[in-house]
């Protein structure tokens, strides 16, 4: 499962919980919600454990996908 992917379960996750909390729905089902996740997030900080880790031992600098291009960068969508 790729990052965005998780980060879409989890923001369902969270939406599932809100409506769930509105609608006073019953323990078990808010339990089995709230574990699916707790599991999400666990698995979202590990992931992002082994990428910081990565960028620590690699010493290269890091390029952020979503960064606004600075003078000294080129943009990717101009040659």
């Known amino acids: ?6 980060d879409d379960r989890i923001r369902e996750l969270c939406a599932k919980v809100a409506a769930a909390s509105k609608t006073a729905a019953p323990t078990g089902e808010m339990n089995s919600i ?9 698995e979202k900080i590990e992931r992002l454990r082994t990428l910081a880790a990565k960028h620590l031992v690699s010493r290269e600098p890091s390029t952020e996908r979503r960064a606004m291009p600075t003078p000294d960068r080129k943009s990717p969508l101009k040659p």
Do not use: K, P, T
């Not at 709230?34 to 666990?42: G, T």
């Open 1 to 6: 499962m790729h990052s965005r992917r998780l």
């Open 34 to 42: 709230l574990q699916d996740l707790l599991c999400a997030v666990h």
